[in-house]
């Protein structure tokens, strides 16, 4: 019944529009939708990501996610990234660099626009999915197919909040078997995302952050995720999550040091998947190269 699933899962994403891997502590992960975030946090930042989805149903997608990003001088930053997704038979890895310039727009906020240049290499493995016609064309072993691909975004922030507007990938990607049949089709995504953070106390030990990320992709379900986190004595963070009609989720993180950050998040199915696997986990580990020049006194949930 599980592989009855996955495959029904699988011919829904190569059917209509392929969305781009999914993150619960998205606010975290910024750099990896919008360029314009390169550079934002005043430090070369390290992240890296893993999240395994629908844990128990066989073939659920897998994601691994690293990069760095640096401000280089007043106004430039810098990033690259590497993000791997599996899921059932395919297998991606999409490589990317990132570039932004910002503009103060007062005296604690600054306006960034960001270019993206991508290279995505997609394969298909057609025995993990046992079709009962091995030699149809449709199922072909696609190894290494290689797609270029630019995006951009634009983001706003400062210390206490922040906006952004960004489509990662512009070029629409096509993957054809001999017959010309489309199996894999990677779809424009359009992200909004935005936050504020609040102080709940005069001392400044509370913190409070609601946060907003909302996707749009032809062909597929509007995707809204919305969370609130609470943050104490900037060392721990505890907060929940709802993605619209898709799970709610648990979130927690603690500042191990100033440089070191890890976070957890557990994510819960509220549709009919929920029958069939376990829940989702994710986990991350962000480091960040400071000074006594560019320390973060106040560290941010973003």
């Known amino acids: 019944m599980r592989k009855l699933v996955l495959v029904l899962l699988f011919c829904s994403v190569a059917s209509f529009a392929q969305q781009d891997a999914q993150f619960t502590q998205y606010m975290y992960n910024t750099i ?4 314009a975030y390169a550079g934002s946090r005043g430090v070369i930042s390290v992240l890296g990501l893993y999240r395994t989805q629908w844990v128990g149903l066989d073939g659920a997608p897998e994601t691994s996610s690293f990069s760095v990003n640096t401000p280089v001088g007043n106004n430039v930053g810098l990033g690259v990234s590497l993000v791997n997704d ?4 395919t297998n991606e890895n999409n490589i ?9 727009t ?9 270019i993206k ?16 016609n091995q030699g149809d064309p449709q199922f072909q072993d696609f190894k290494n197919k290689f797609s270029p691909n630019v995006g ?7 210390d206490k909040g922040y906006v952004g507007l960004s489509v990662p990938n512009f070029i629409e990607t096509n993957r054809y078997d001999d017959n010309e049949t489309a199996i894999y089709k990677e779809q424009i995504n359009y992200y909004l995302i935005a936050g504020y953070v609040f102080n709940l106390d005069r001392y400044e030990q509370i913190k409070f952050k609601p946060a907003v990320l909302a996707k749009m992709i032809e062909g597929s379900p509007f995707q809204v995720d919305a969370s609130a986190n609470f943050m104490f004595n900037d060392k721990f963070v505890v907060g929940v999550s709802y993605r619209w009609s898709a ?9 191990i040091t100033d440089s070191l ?3 957890y998040a557990y994510d819960r199915e509220t549709t009919k998947l929920v029958n069939y696997n376990s829940g989702s986990h994710e986990i991350f580990l962000r480091f960040e190269f400071l000074n006594k020049y560019s320390r973060i006194t106040s560290p941010r949930f973003f």
């Open 32 to 35: 990896s939708i919008n360029p």
């Open 86 to 89: 599996k899921i059932g038979p």
């Open 96 to 104: 990317s660099a990132d570039f932004s310039y910002s503009i103060p």
């Open 106 to 114: 007062s005296a604690t906020a600054k306006l960034s626009f960001g």
């Open 117 to 132: 240049g991508s290279a995505n290499l997609f394969k298909l493995d057609p025995t993990k999915l046992n079709p009962e």
């Open 152 to 158: 951009a975004g634009v983001y706003l922030h400062s």
């Open 247 to 255: 799970a709610v989720s648990a979130l927690a993180g603690f500042q």
């Open 261 to 263: 950050y890890l976070g």
